[in-house]
Protein backbone atom coordinates (compact mmCIF):
# COMPACT_ATOMS: atom_id res chain seq x y z
CA UNK A 1 0.00 0.00 0.00
CA UNK A 2 1.74 3.47 -0.90
CA UNK A 3 2.05 6.36 1.80
CA UNK A 4 -0.92 7.38 3.51
CA UNK A 5 -1.97 10.86 2.19
CA UNK A 6 -2.47 11.96 6.04
CA UNK A 7 -1.45 10.03 8.88
CA UNK A 8 -2.09 10.87 12.50
CA UNK A 9 -0.90 9.24 15.34
CA UNK A 10 -1.63 10.31 18.83
CA UNK A 11 -3.10 14.06 17.66
CA UNK A 12 -3.98 15.91 20.76
CA UNK A 13 -5.48 18.89 21.11
CA UNK A 14 -6.16 20.71 24.74
CA UNK A 15 -7.37 24.51 25.50
CA UNK A 16 -6.45 24.51 29.07
CA UNK A 17 -7.86 21.98 30.98
CA UNK A 18 -10.02 21.07 28.34
CA UNK A 19 -9.30 18.07 25.92
CA UNK A 20 -10.90 18.46 22.47
CA UNK A 21 -9.50 15.82 20.93
CA UNK A 22 -7.80 13.38 22.96
CA UNK A 23 -4.88 10.88 21.13
CA UNK A 24 -6.48 9.82 17.81
CA UNK A 25 -4.99 7.61 15.54
CA UNK A 26 -6.21 7.47 11.57
CA UNK A 27 -4.86 7.51 8.13
CA UNK A 28 -6.55 8.39 4.85
CA UNK A 29 -5.64 7.06 2.12
CA UNK A 30 -5.66 9.13 -1.87
CA UNK A 31 -8.71 8.34 -3.34
CA UNK A 32 -10.96 8.26 -0.31
CA UNK A 33 -13.70 9.57 1.22
CA UNK A 34 -12.97 9.90 5.00
CA UNK A 35 -16.00 11.18 7.63
CA UNK A 36 -15.77 12.25 10.62
CA UNK A 37 -19.43 11.08 11.96
CA UNK A 38 -19.90 12.78 15.91
CA UNK A 39 -22.48 14.87 17.72
CA UNK A 40 -21.09 18.89 18.53
CA UNK A 41 -18.49 19.06 20.50
CA UNK A 42 -16.74 15.49 19.29
CA UNK A 43 -13.46 17.30 18.21
CA UNK A 44 -14.33 17.00 14.63
CA UNK A 45 -13.82 20.49 13.57
CA UNK A 46 -10.70 20.60 15.84
CA UNK A 47 -9.85 17.87 13.89
CA UNK A 48 -10.12 19.66 10.99
CA UNK A 49 -7.95 22.84 11.50
CA UNK A 50 -5.48 20.82 12.87
CA UNK A 51 -5.16 18.58 9.59
CA UNK A 52 -5.88 22.29 7.41
CA UNK A 53 -2.66 23.46 9.06
CA UNK A 54 -4.50 26.73 10.43
CA UNK A 55 -4.75 25.11 14.04
CA UNK A 56 -1.46 23.81 15.91
CA UNK A 57 -1.96 20.34 17.86
CA UNK A 58 -0.73 20.32 21.44
CA UNK A 59 1.20 16.62 20.98
CA UNK A 60 1.12 14.34 18.65
CA UNK A 61 2.36 13.02 15.02
CA UNK A 62 0.82 14.19 12.13
CA UNK A 63 1.57 14.43 8.24
CA UNK A 64 -0.36 15.55 5.05
CA UNK A 65 1.09 14.27 1.92
CA UNK A 66 4.28 13.71 3.80
CA UNK A 67 4.46 17.04 5.09
CA UNK A 68 4.53 18.77 9.15
CA UNK A 69 1.74 20.91 9.10
CA UNK A 70 3.57 23.04 11.77
CA UNK A 71 6.29 23.16 9.81
CA UNK A 72 4.87 23.49 6.67
CA UNK A 73 1.60 25.34 6.87
CA UNK A 74 1.58 27.29 3.48
CA UNK A 75 2.83 24.23 1.32
CA UNK A 76 0.52 22.03 2.75
CA UNK A 77 -2.73 24.40 2.20
CA UNK A 78 -1.64 24.77 -1.34
CA UNK A 79 -2.44 21.50 -1.85
CA UNK A 80 -6.26 21.87 -0.06
CA UNK A 81 -9.75 23.06 -0.59
CA UNK A 82 -11.28 24.16 2.47
CA UNK A 83 -15.22 24.35 3.09
CA UNK A 84 -15.92 25.65 6.28
CA UNK A 85 -18.35 24.97 9.10
CA UNK A 86 -19.49 28.84 7.90
CA UNK A 87 -19.49 30.61 4.96
CA UNK A 88 -16.91 33.43 4.72
CA UNK A 89 -17.07 34.86 1.40
CA UNK A 90 -16.53 38.34 0.80
CA UNK A 91 -20.30 39.10 0.78
CA UNK A 92 -19.25 42.71 -1.02
CA UNK A 93 -18.24 41.11 -4.07
CA UNK A 94 -19.79 39.20 -6.39
CA UNK A 95 -19.88 35.44 -7.20
CA UNK A 96 -17.16 35.64 -9.95
CA UNK A 97 -14.95 37.93 -7.82
CA UNK A 98 -15.20 35.70 -4.99
CA UNK A 99 -13.38 32.89 -6.80
CA UNK A 100 -11.39 35.15 -8.34
CA UNK A 101 -9.90 36.57 -5.23
CA UNK A 102 -9.73 33.31 -3.62
CA UNK A 103 -7.45 32.01 -6.86
CA UNK A 104 -5.24 34.94 -6.30
CA UNK A 105 -4.41 34.03 -2.57
CA UNK A 106 -2.81 30.35 -4.35
CA UNK A 107 -0.89 32.97 -6.69
CA UNK A 108 -2.53 31.72 -8.96
CA UNK A 109 -2.30 33.28 -12.39
CA UNK A 110 -5.33 35.61 -13.38
CA UNK A 111 -5.36 33.81 -16.67
CA UNK A 112 -5.52 30.27 -15.22
CA UNK A 113 -8.12 31.49 -12.54
CA UNK A 114 -10.33 32.98 -15.55
CA UNK A 115 -10.64 29.97 -17.39
CA UNK A 116 -11.55 27.95 -14.81
CA UNK A 117 -14.05 30.29 -13.50
CA UNK A 118 -16.67 29.19 -16.06
CA UNK A 119 -16.23 25.85 -15.15
CA UNK A 120 -16.53 26.06 -11.25
CA UNK A 121 -19.91 28.14 -12.17
CA UNK A 122 -21.37 25.64 -14.22
CA UNK A 123 -20.52 23.12 -11.61
CA UNK A 124 -22.20 24.98 -8.86
CA UNK A 125 -25.18 26.10 -11.18
CA UNK A 126 -24.12 29.44 -10.36
CA UNK A 127 -23.86 30.54 -14.17
CA UNK A 128 -26.91 32.67 -13.99
CA UNK A 129 -25.51 34.64 -10.92
CA UNK A 130 -22.09 35.20 -11.67
CA UNK A 131 -21.95 38.96 -11.23
CA UNK A 132 -24.67 39.16 -8.47
CA UNK A 133 -23.59 40.18 -4.77
CA UNK A 134 -22.99 37.35 -3.02
CA UNK A 135 -24.99 39.43 -0.11
CA UNK A 136 -28.03 38.39 -2.35
CA UNK A 137 -27.58 34.33 -2.80
CA UNK A 138 -29.42 31.72 -0.89
CA UNK A 139 -28.03 29.92 1.91
CA UNK A 140 -28.07 27.18 -0.45
CA UNK A 141 -26.29 29.06 -3.07
CA UNK A 142 -23.66 30.71 -0.55
CA UNK A 143 -22.48 27.31 0.40
CA UNK A 144 -22.10 25.97 -3.27
CA UNK A 145 -20.29 28.48 -4.00
CA UNK A 146 -17.88 28.00 -0.89
CA UNK A 147 -17.81 24.50 -2.46
CA UNK A 148 -16.61 25.98 -6.00
CA UNK A 149 -14.14 28.47 -4.44
CA UNK A 150 -12.22 26.08 -2.88
CA UNK A 151 -11.98 24.09 -5.68
CA UNK A 152 -9.86 26.86 -7.63
CA UNK A 153 -6.85 26.01 -7.14
CA UNK A 154 -7.57 21.73 -7.72
CA UNK A 155 -6.95 20.87 -4.52
CA UNK A 156 -5.51 17.25 -3.77
CA UNK A 157 -7.70 17.00 -0.73
CA UNK A 158 -10.94 18.56 0.10
CA UNK A 159 -12.32 18.97 3.68
CA UNK A 160 -16.22 20.07 4.45
CA UNK A 161 -16.15 21.17 7.88
CA UNK A 162 -20.73 20.16 8.15
CA UNK A 163 -21.20 21.02 4.39
CA UNK A 164 -25.27 20.46 4.58
CA UNK A 165 -25.68 21.77 8.10
CA UNK A 166 -28.32 24.60 7.76
CA UNK A 167 -29.71 23.59 3.94
CA UNK A 168 -33.35 22.59 2.91
CA UNK A 169 -33.76 18.95 1.81
CA UNK A 170 -33.28 19.95 -2.04
CA UNK A 171 -30.61 21.69 -1.64
CA UNK A 172 -28.60 18.79 0.16
CA UNK A 173 -29.06 16.58 -2.51
CA UNK A 174 -28.06 18.86 -4.70
CA UNK A 175 -24.76 19.00 -3.10
CA UNK A 176 -24.60 15.37 -2.28
CA UNK A 177 -24.66 15.19 -6.05
CA UNK A 178 -21.63 17.74 -6.24
CA UNK A 179 -19.85 15.90 -3.77
CA UNK A 180 -20.65 12.35 -5.69
CA UNK A 181 -19.04 13.81 -9.35
CA UNK A 182 -15.53 14.63 -6.79
CA UNK A 183 -15.46 11.28 -5.67
CA UNK A 184 -15.54 10.09 -9.04
CA UNK A 185 -12.80 12.14 -10.29
CA UNK A 186 -10.60 10.81 -7.54
CA UNK A 187 -10.35 13.68 -5.02
CA UNK A 188 -9.96 13.21 -1.77
CA UNK A 189 -12.46 13.95 0.24
CA UNK A 190 -12.96 14.97 4.00
CA UNK A 191 -16.21 14.99 5.37
CA UNK A 192 -17.08 15.72 9.12
CA UNK A 193 -20.85 15.93 9.91
CA UNK A 194 -23.67 15.01 12.51
CA UNK A 195 -25.96 13.55 9.85
CA UNK A 196 -25.98 9.98 9.84
CA UNK A 197 -27.48 9.81 6.01
CA UNK A 198 -25.04 12.00 5.04
CA UNK A 199 -22.32 9.83 6.01
CA UNK A 200 -23.51 6.94 4.63
CA UNK A 201 -24.40 8.66 1.34
CA UNK A 202 -20.84 9.97 0.92
CA UNK A 203 -18.45 7.95 3.29
CA UNK A 204 -16.54 5.00 1.95
CA UNK A 205 -14.94 5.12 5.85
CA UNK A 206 -15.72 7.07 9.05
CA UNK A 207 -14.63 7.35 12.16
CA UNK A 208 -17.45 7.72 15.16
CA UNK A 209 -15.87 10.23 17.59
CA UNK A 210 -17.58 11.47 20.82
CA UNK A 211 -15.67 13.38 23.90
CA UNK A 212 -12.46 13.97 21.57
CA UNK A 213 -11.77 10.32 20.99
CA UNK A 214 -12.40 7.46 18.68
CA UNK A 215 -15.47 5.07 19.05
CA UNK A 216 -15.22 2.86 16.21
CA UNK A 217 -13.89 3.17 12.78
CA UNK A 218 -15.07 1.37 9.12
CA UNK A 219 -17.50 1.35 6.40
CA UNK A 220 -20.98 2.90 7.37
CA UNK A 221 -22.20 -0.94 6.55
CA UNK A 222 -19.53 -2.55 8.34
CA UNK A 223 -20.32 -0.30 11.80
CA UNK A 224 -23.77 -1.10 11.15
CA UNK A 225 -23.01 -4.76 10.62
CA UNK A 226 -20.68 -4.76 13.94
CA UNK A 227 -22.57 -2.20 16.24
CA UNK A 228 -26.57 -3.08 15.24
CA UNK A 229 -28.93 -5.46 13.97
CA UNK A 230 -30.48 -5.81 10.83
CA UNK A 231 -33.38 -4.01 11.36
CA UNK A 232 -34.79 -1.81 14.09
CA UNK A 233 -38.60 -1.68 15.25
CA UNK A 234 -39.31 1.35 16.77
CA UNK A 235 -42.99 0.72 19.20
CA UNK A 236 -44.42 4.13 20.96
CA UNK A 237 -47.38 3.56 23.97
CA UNK A 238 -46.93 7.25 24.81
CA UNK A 239 -44.29 8.76 27.11
CA UNK A 240 -46.49 7.69 30.41
CA UNK A 241 -46.51 4.22 29.57
CA UNK A 242 -42.88 3.32 27.61
CA UNK A 243 -40.65 2.38 30.60
CA UNK A 244 -43.65 0.34 31.90
CA UNK A 245 -43.10 -1.62 28.91
CA UNK A 246 -39.56 -2.25 28.87
CA UNK A 247 -39.36 -4.99 30.97
CA UNK A 248 -41.99 -6.90 28.78
CA UNK A 249 -40.12 -6.29 25.97
CA UNK A 250 -36.64 -7.15 27.04
CA UNK A 251 -36.61 -10.89 26.67
CA UNK A 252 -38.05 -10.79 23.07
CA UNK A 253 -35.61 -8.52 21.44
CA UNK A 254 -31.38 -8.87 21.03
CA UNK A 255 -31.37 -5.09 22.57
CA UNK A 256 -33.62 -2.33 23.68
CA UNK A 257 -33.25 0.92 23.83
CA UNK A 258 -35.32 3.64 25.51
CA UNK A 259 -35.52 7.29 24.29
CA UNK A 260 -37.83 9.92 25.97
CA UNK A 261 -40.61 9.51 23.02
CA UNK A 262 -39.97 5.90 21.80
CA UNK A 263 -38.84 2.62 22.70
CA UNK A 264 -36.25 0.72 19.74
CA UNK A 265 -36.18 -3.07 19.76
CA UNK A 266 -33.19 -4.50 17.69
CA UNK A 267 -33.63 -7.39 15.69
CA UNK A 268 -32.83 -9.61 12.37
CA UNK A 269 -36.61 -9.40 11.28
CA UNK A 270 -38.76 -6.59 12.86
CA UNK A 271 -41.54 -7.62 11.15
CA UNK A 272 -41.73 -10.67 13.10
CA UNK A 273 -40.49 -9.22 16.06
CA UNK A 274 -43.77 -7.22 15.87
CA UNK A 275 -45.99 -10.45 15.25
CA UNK A 276 -44.07 -11.49 18.85
CA UNK A 277 -45.28 -8.41 20.45
CA UNK A 278 -49.12 -8.50 19.32
CA UNK A 279 -49.19 -12.38 20.23
CA UNK A 280 -48.44 -11.54 23.80
CA UNK A 281 -50.85 -9.80 23.65
CA UNK A 282 -49.00 -6.19 23.69
CA UNK A 283 -50.29 -3.15 21.21
CA UNK A 284 -48.25 -0.34 20.99
CA UNK A 285 -49.76 3.33 19.83
CA UNK A 286 -47.35 3.35 16.91
CA UNK A 287 -44.70 0.87 15.77
CA UNK A 288 -42.38 0.99 12.32
CA UNK A 289 -40.23 -1.57 10.59
CA UNK A 290 -36.52 -0.07 9.24
CA UNK A 291 -33.35 -0.92 8.69
CA UNK A 292 -30.37 -0.13 11.42
CA UNK A 293 -28.86 3.60 10.53
CA UNK A 294 -25.28 5.04 11.70
CA UNK A 295 -27.79 6.83 14.67
CA UNK A 296 -28.18 3.10 15.90
CA UNK A 297 -24.51 2.56 15.96
CA UNK A 298 -23.91 6.11 17.77
CA UNK A 299 -26.21 5.18 20.48
CA UNK A 300 -25.16 2.06 20.93
CA UNK A 301 -21.80 2.75 21.64
CA UNK A 302 -22.00 6.27 23.65
CA UNK A 303 -25.62 5.44 24.97
CA UNK A 304 -26.99 9.09 23.73
CA UNK A 305 -28.37 10.15 20.02
CA UNK A 306 -26.70 11.95 18.27
CA UNK A 307 -28.63 15.43 17.74
CA UNK A 308 -29.54 16.45 21.27
CA UNK B 1 -2.53 21.75 -12.57
CA UNK B 2 1.30 21.63 -12.54
CA UNK B 3 3.78 21.88 -9.01
CA UNK B 4 5.67 24.75 -10.53
CA UNK B 5 1.87 26.51 -10.23
CA UNK B 6 1.05 24.65 -7.01
CA UNK B 7 4.05 26.42 -5.15
CA UNK B 8 3.31 28.99 -2.52
CA UNK B 9 3.15 32.62 -3.97
CA UNK B 10 5.79 35.03 -2.44
CA UNK B 11 3.49 37.67 -3.15
CA UNK B 12 0.46 37.13 -0.30
CA UNK B 13 0.38 40.40 0.87
CA UNK B 14 -0.10 41.79 -2.41
CA UNK B 15 -3.15 39.46 -2.69
CA UNK B 16 -4.30 40.46 0.02
CA UNK B 17 -4.46 44.09 -0.78
CA UNK B 18 -5.60 43.20 -4.02
CA UNK B 19 -8.58 41.60 -2.67
CA UNK B 20 -9.61 45.28 -0.32
CA UNK B 21 -8.73 47.11 -3.26
CA UNK B 22 -11.41 45.40 -5.08
CA UNK B 23 -14.19 45.40 -2.52
CA UNK B 24 -13.21 49.25 -1.85
CA UNK B 25 -13.41 50.06 -5.66
CA UNK B 26 -17.40 48.62 -5.00
CA UNK B 27 -17.79 51.99 -2.49
CA UNK B 28 -15.62 54.06 -4.79
CA UNK B 29 -17.84 56.47 -5.50
CA UNK B 30 -18.67 57.11 -1.71
CA UNK B 31 -14.70 57.08 -1.25
CA UNK B 32 -14.44 59.84 -3.57
CA UNK B 33 -17.29 61.83 -2.61
CA UNK B 34 -15.90 62.00 0.87
CA UNK B 35 -12.56 62.35 0.01
CA UNK B 36 -13.82 66.26 -2.15
CA UNK B 37 -16.79 67.11 0.35
CA UNK B 38 -14.74 66.75 3.12
CA UNK B 39 -11.87 69.00 3.20
CA UNK B 40 -14.52 71.81 1.47
CA UNK B 41 -16.66 71.71 4.21
CA UNK B 42 -13.55 72.29 6.65
CA UNK B 43 -12.01 75.11 4.21
CA UNK B 44 -15.20 77.17 3.85
CA UNK B 45 -16.24 77.31 7.88
CA UNK B 46 -12.88 77.23 9.43
CA UNK B 47 -10.40 78.52 7.08
CA UNK B 48 -12.29 81.43 5.53
CA UNK B 49 -14.75 82.05 8.45
CA UNK B 50 -12.26 81.98 11.36
CA UNK B 51 -9.27 82.28 9.30
CA UNK B 52 -10.43 86.12 8.38
CA UNK B 53 -10.72 87.06 11.75
CA UNK B 54 -7.45 85.45 12.24
CA UNK B 55 -5.81 87.13 9.05
CA UNK B 56 -7.30 90.56 10.24
CA UNK B 57 -4.84 89.85 13.59
CA UNK B 58 -1.71 89.15 11.35
CA UNK B 59 -2.28 85.60 10.95
CA UNK B 60 -0.89 82.70 12.65
CA UNK B 61 3.41 82.56 13.06
CA UNK B 62 3.95 85.02 10.41
CA UNK B 63 1.83 83.15 7.31
CA UNK B 64 -2.30 83.09 6.60
CA UNK B 65 -4.60 80.56 8.76
CA UNK B 66 -5.53 79.14 6.00
CA UNK B 67 -1.43 78.10 5.52
CA UNK B 68 -1.37 77.35 9.01
CA UNK B 69 -4.36 75.07 9.07
CA UNK B 70 -3.75 73.24 5.61
CA UNK B 71 -1.00 70.48 6.98
CA UNK B 72 -3.10 69.56 9.96
CA UNK B 73 -6.19 69.51 7.96
CA UNK B 74 -4.08 67.15 5.23
CA UNK B 75 -2.90 65.27 8.58
CA UNK B 76 -6.40 64.59 10.02
CA UNK B 77 -8.15 63.65 6.84
CA UNK B 78 -5.20 61.21 6.12
CA UNK B 79 -5.43 59.30 9.67
CA UNK B 80 -8.89 59.22 9.77
CA UNK B 81 -8.88 57.64 6.11
CA UNK B 82 -6.31 55.09 6.94
CA UNK B 83 -8.06 54.39 10.41
CA UNK B 84 -11.52 53.76 8.75
CA UNK B 85 -9.71 51.28 5.86
CA UNK B 86 -8.22 49.30 8.67
CA UNK B 87 -10.90 49.00 11.68
CA UNK B 88 -13.88 48.03 9.67
CA UNK B 89 -11.82 45.16 7.38
CA UNK B 90 -10.25 44.50 10.77
CA UNK B 91 -13.63 43.66 11.86
CA UNK B 92 -15.44 41.78 8.81
CA UNK B 93 -12.62 40.21 8.27
CA UNK B 94 -12.55 38.28 12.14
CA UNK B 95 -16.00 38.75 13.09
CA UNK B 96 -18.86 40.14 10.71
CA UNK B 97 -17.58 37.92 7.81
CA UNK B 98 -15.00 36.09 8.86
CA UNK B 99 -13.01 36.74 5.30
CA UNK B 100 -10.00 36.24 7.34
CA UNK B 101 -10.33 32.33 8.26
CA UNK B 102 -11.23 31.92 4.45
CA UNK B 103 -7.81 33.70 3.31
CA UNK B 104 -6.09 31.38 5.98
CA UNK B 105 -7.01 28.44 4.68
CA UNK B 106 -5.25 29.30 2.09
CA UNK B 107 -1.45 29.58 1.55
CA UNK B 108 -1.77 33.20 3.06
CA UNK B 109 -0.19 33.35 6.49
CA UNK B 110 -1.68 35.85 8.91
CA UNK B 111 1.16 38.55 8.52
CA UNK B 112 0.41 38.98 5.02
CA UNK B 113 -3.32 39.25 6.32
CA UNK B 114 -2.20 41.85 8.28
CA UNK B 115 0.16 43.68 6.11
CA UNK B 116 -2.00 43.97 2.77
CA UNK B 117 -4.48 45.27 4.66
CA UNK B 118 -2.11 47.92 6.31
CA UNK B 119 -0.57 48.46 2.24
CA UNK B 120 -4.78 48.46 1.13
CA UNK B 121 -5.39 51.21 3.76
CA UNK B 122 -2.59 53.34 2.49
CA UNK B 123 -3.59 53.40 -1.32
CA UNK B 124 -6.75 54.63 -0.09
CA UNK B 125 -5.45 57.32 2.01
CA UNK B 126 -2.79 58.25 -0.92
CA UNK B 127 -6.04 58.87 -2.73
CA UNK B 128 -7.74 60.60 -0.31
CA UNK B 129 -4.79 63.25 0.58
CA UNK B 130 -4.41 63.96 -3.29
CA UNK B 131 -7.87 64.94 -3.57
CA UNK B 132 -7.25 67.39 -0.37
CA UNK B 133 -4.29 68.66 -1.36
CA UNK B 134 -5.77 69.70 -4.79
CA UNK B 135 -9.00 71.24 -2.93
CA UNK B 136 -6.42 73.20 -0.08
CA UNK B 137 -4.55 74.32 -3.17
CA UNK B 138 -7.49 75.57 -4.55
CA UNK B 139 -8.65 77.46 -2.21
CA UNK B 140 -5.55 79.35 -1.63
CA UNK B 141 -4.42 77.41 1.27
CA UNK B 142 -1.03 76.35 -0.40
CA UNK B 143 1.10 79.29 -0.98
CA UNK B 144 5.02 77.93 -0.71
CA UNK B 145 6.96 76.31 -3.65
CA UNK B 146 7.18 73.03 -1.05
CA UNK B 147 3.75 73.00 0.19
CA UNK B 148 3.50 69.55 -1.81
CA UNK B 149 5.31 68.07 0.95
CA UNK B 150 2.55 68.61 3.27
CA UNK B 151 1.29 65.47 1.37
CA UNK B 152 4.20 62.92 2.68
CA UNK B 153 3.59 64.58 6.00
CA UNK B 154 0.25 63.56 6.27
CA UNK B 155 0.68 60.11 5.08
CA UNK B 156 3.30 59.15 7.52
CA UNK B 157 0.44 59.95 10.14
CA UNK B 158 -2.06 58.25 8.61
CA UNK B 159 0.59 54.93 8.27
CA UNK B 160 0.84 55.71 12.20
CA UNK B 161 -2.05 55.36 13.52
CA UNK B 162 -3.67 52.67 10.86
CA UNK B 163 -0.72 50.40 12.62
CA UNK B 164 -2.13 51.23 15.37
CA UNK B 165 -5.36 50.79 14.80
CA UNK B 166 -4.86 47.68 12.65
CA UNK B 167 -3.26 45.64 16.02
CA UNK B 168 -6.63 47.51 18.30
CA UNK B 169 -8.91 46.11 15.89
CA UNK B 170 -7.73 42.79 15.77
CA UNK B 171 -7.91 42.66 19.62
CA UNK B 172 -11.68 43.53 19.64
CA UNK B 173 -14.27 40.38 20.01
CA UNK B 174 -17.31 42.62 21.09
CA UNK B 175 -17.26 45.73 19.12
CA UNK B 176 -20.27 47.32 21.55
CA UNK B 177 -18.22 50.00 22.48
CA UNK B 178 -15.41 50.32 20.02
CA UNK B 179 -16.49 52.42 17.97
CA UNK B 180 -18.06 54.87 20.39
CA UNK B 181 -14.36 54.86 22.31
CA UNK B 182 -12.24 55.19 19.13
CA UNK B 183 -14.62 58.02 17.86
CA UNK B 184 -15.50 60.08 20.95
CA UNK B 185 -12.29 59.61 23.35
CA UNK B 186 -9.49 58.76 20.34
CA UNK B 187 -10.59 60.92 17.33
CA UNK B 188 -12.25 64.17 18.17
CA UNK B 189 -9.58 64.95 21.95
CA UNK B 190 -6.98 64.10 19.03
CA UNK B 191 -8.54 66.48 16.60
CA UNK B 192 -8.96 69.10 19.37
CA UNK B 193 -5.94 68.94 21.23
CA UNK B 194 -3.11 68.40 18.28
CA UNK B 195 -2.19 71.97 17.66
CA UNK B 196 -4.43 71.61 14.73
CA UNK B 197 -6.44 74.86 14.91
CA UNK B 198 -3.63 77.23 16.88
CA UNK B 199 -0.35 76.35 17.99
CA UNK B 200 0.14 73.66 20.76
CA UNK B 201 2.58 76.41 23.29
CA UNK B 202 -0.96 78.44 23.48
CA UNK B 203 -2.32 75.73 25.84
CA UNK B 204 -1.73 75.49 29.06
CA UNK B 205 1.48 72.53 29.89
CA UNK B 206 -0.93 69.43 31.10
CA UNK B 207 -3.17 69.88 28.20
CA UNK B 208 -0.13 70.19 25.77
CA UNK B 209 0.44 66.66 26.82
CA UNK B 210 -2.29 65.11 24.75
CA UNK B 211 -0.47 66.34 21.42
CA UNK B 212 2.45 64.76 22.74
CA UNK B 213 0.27 61.55 22.41
CA UNK B 214 -0.69 62.35 18.97
CA UNK B 215 0.54 61.29 15.32
CA UNK B 216 -1.71 64.14 14.55
CA UNK B 217 0.69 67.02 15.86
CA UNK B 218 3.59 65.04 15.34
CA UNK B 219 2.40 65.23 11.54
CA UNK B 220 1.38 68.55 11.32
CA UNK B 221 4.34 70.11 12.74
CA UNK B 222 6.48 68.10 10.52
CA UNK B 223 4.35 69.43 7.71
CA UNK B 224 4.62 72.73 8.89
CA UNK B 225 7.91 72.70 9.10
CA UNK B 226 7.96 71.53 5.53
CA UNK B 227 5.94 73.90 4.16
CA UNK B 228 6.83 77.43 5.31
CA UNK B 229 9.59 79.12 7.87
CA UNK B 230 7.61 77.09 10.83
CA UNK B 231 11.13 77.39 13.22
CA UNK B 232 11.74 73.83 14.55
CA UNK B 233 15.23 72.85 15.83
CA UNK B 234 16.96 69.92 15.12
CA UNK B 235 16.23 67.42 17.99
CA UNK B 236 12.34 68.31 17.98
CA UNK B 237 12.02 67.61 14.38
CA UNK B 238 13.99 63.70 15.30
CA UNK B 239 11.40 63.43 18.34
CA UNK B 240 8.44 64.19 16.12
CA UNK B 241 9.86 61.64 13.11
CA UNK B 242 10.98 59.11 15.71
CA UNK B 243 7.15 58.96 17.44
CA UNK B 244 5.63 58.20 13.82
CA UNK B 245 8.08 55.69 13.04
CA UNK B 246 7.80 54.17 16.12
CA UNK B 247 4.05 53.85 16.12
CA UNK B 248 4.14 52.32 12.50
CA UNK B 249 6.73 49.45 13.82
CA UNK B 250 4.97 48.57 17.13
CA UNK B 251 1.73 48.69 15.52
CA UNK B 252 2.55 46.37 12.87
CA UNK B 253 4.43 44.05 14.85
CA UNK B 254 1.83 43.83 17.18
CA UNK B 255 -1.00 43.57 14.51
CA UNK B 256 1.34 40.31 13.44
CA UNK B 257 0.94 39.04 17.04
CA UNK B 258 -2.37 38.96 17.38
CA UNK B 259 -3.90 38.30 14.38
CA UNK B 260 -1.37 34.70 14.12
CA UNK B 261 -2.78 34.37 17.80
CA UNK B 262 -6.65 34.78 16.92
CA UNK B 263 -6.70 33.03 13.47
CA UNK B 264 -4.67 29.61 14.91
CA UNK B 265 -7.40 28.91 17.41
Request: with cysteine.
Amino acid sequence: MSEPLIHARGLTKTYGDFVAVDGIDFDVAKGESFGFLGPNGAGKSTTMRIIGATSVRTSGTLTILGKDPEVNGPQIRAHLGVVPQQDNLDVELTVSENIFIYGRYFGLPSSFINKKIPELLEFAQLEEKKDVKVQALSGGMKRRLTIARSLVSEPDILMLDEPTTGLDPQARHILWDRLFRLKEQGVTLLITTHYMDEAEQLCDRLIVMDKGKIMAENSPAQLIKDYSTKEVLEVRFGSEKNHEMVDVLRPLAERIEVLPDRILLYAEDGEQLLEQIAAKGIHPNTSLVRRSSLEDVFLRLTGRSLVE
Amino acid sequence: MSNEMRKVSSYGTLHVAEARIRNMAKWAGIIFFAAVINPTLYLVSIGIGVGSLIDANKGVNGVSYLTFLAPALLASAAIQGSSDEVIFPTMAGFKWERTFFGMRSTPITARQISLGLFIAAMARTSISVVIYWIALYYFGALDSDTAWLAMPAALFAGAAMAAVMLALAGKIEKEDFFFTIVGRFIMIPMFLFSGTFYPLSQMPIFLQFFGWLSPLWHATEIGRYLTYDYPINGPMLLIHFSVLAAMIVIGLTASFRIFAARLEK
